[in-house]
């Protein structure tokens, strides 16, 4: 789970049409509107959904500017595999490890 927030700084008088570009960008919610700030939040599964929300929400016309202002990723999944790297690393003997940074030897 892959969460963000942003904000994103308009001129008032676009206020509506951007709220409703927003609302087709797929992951994204607006949650706090006020005047010239807009706060959208990107809740997805994975860091690339998130990643093309917020290049979506680059793309609107008529933003003044955009920050992400909190991102938080689940890296459990991660975690999970980081150890079976660790068990696969330990049972492997160094000998029957090839190095490729020699730079006398050629492959």
Do not use: W
């Not at 789970?1 to 927003?22: A, D, G, P, T, Y």
């Not at 700030?37 to 994975?46: C, D, G, L, N, T």
């Not at 793309?59 to 660790?86: A, G």
């Not at 690393?89 to 006398?104: L, P, R, V």
Request: proline content about 1%; aromatic content about 8%.
């Amino acid at each position: 789970m892959n969460l963000s927030s942003v904000l994103l700084r308009i001129k008032q008088e676009h206020q509506s049409e951007i709220l409703q570009s927003i609302q087709k960008i797929k992951y994204c919610s607006v949650e706090i509107c006020d005047q010239d700030k807009i706060i959208v939040v990107i809740e997805s599964e994975s860091l690339d959904d998130e990643l093309k929300a917020y290049r979506q929400l680059e793309q609107l016309p008529k933003i003044i500017s955009i920050n992400m202002i909190f991102s938080y990723q689940d890296l459990d999944d991660i975690k999970i595999n980081d150890n079976e790297n660790i068990k696969l690393n330990d049972e492997n003997q160094a000998e029957n490890i090839t190095y490729y940074g020699d730079i006398y030897r050629k492959y």
